[in-house]
Nanobody, 122 residues
Framework: QVQLVESGGGLVQAGGSLRLSCAAS????????MGWFRQAPGKEREFVAA????????YYADSVKGRCTISRDGAKNTVYLQMNSLKPEDTAVYYC???????????????WGQGTQVTVSS
């Protein structure tokens, strides 16, 4: 069982940056692939980024590639999403996600956080 708590969301102007954090409970954090999804009002939840348990493999949605970086810190049991050059269309609730199987991450793994709101003003 993994519990995930996101933080770092907020209001930012277009072109600005935010770093989201996701703190994971449990001593097995290093065995889980981690990821981020987002859901905008009236839209389905969509994949943003994922990172393997080792950190050696990362995936990004085309919509954020080149603007976002996912990383993890095993000592802190935390995964990050650095978002730069933010656009109004990045406005959404961002959810942290975890699963032992990296192959499932694009579709959503087993464990979810509560979400953190990101609002980008134009």
């Amino acid at each position: 069982q993994v519990q995930l708590v996101e933080s770092g969301g907020g209001l930012v102007q277009a072109g600005g940056s935010l770093r989201l954090s996701c703190a994971a409970s449990g001593r097995t954090f290093s065995t889980y692939a981690m990821g981020w999804f987002r859901q905008a009002p009236g839209k389905e939840r969509e994949f943003v980024a994922a990172i393997s348990w080792s950190g050696s493999t990362t995936y990004y949605a085309d919509s954020v590639k080149g603007r976002c970086t996912i990383s993890r810190d095993g000592a802190k049991n935390t995964v990050y999403l650095q978002m730069n050059s933010l656009k109004p269309e990045d406005t959404a609730v961002y959810y942290c996600n975890a699963d032992r199987n990296m192959a499932t991450m694009r579709n959503g793994g087993a464990y979810w956080g509560q979400g953190t709101q990101v609002t980008v003003s134009s």
